[in-house]
């Protein structure tokens, strides 16, 4: 799974307050695969950081572990805090 952050901004055409992305702020990734990421319940976690300046990416965090402790509050939706709308 793959989480776009963007930084926001009031969208001046629009008749009432709208907030929409400006520039990118950061990327966030998650895998499953219970072999590699036992330590993460089976999932392994990435965070990248944008440099607008320098157009790059920095990665954040420590290795595939960063987001065990933040995603264990998700426990029961298998460590995915995302809920998915009906299809």
Not at 8 to 13: D, L, N
Not at 23 to 34: A, E, Q, R, V
């Amino acid at each position: 799974m793959a989480k776009i952050h963007w930084n926001k901004k009031q969208m001046s055409r629009a008749p009432a307050p709208t907030t929409v992305p400006d520039t990118l702020h950061d990327l966030d990734f998650m895998m499953k695969d219970s072999k590699r990421f036992t330590a993460g319940h089976g999932w392994g976690y990435a965070e990248f950081d944008y440099s607008a300046k320098d157009d790059s990416f920095k990665p954040l965090g420590s290795g595939a572990n960063c987001g065990v402790s933040c995603h264990e509050l998700a426990k029961g939706t298998d460590y995915v805090f995302t809920a998915y709308g009906k299809r």
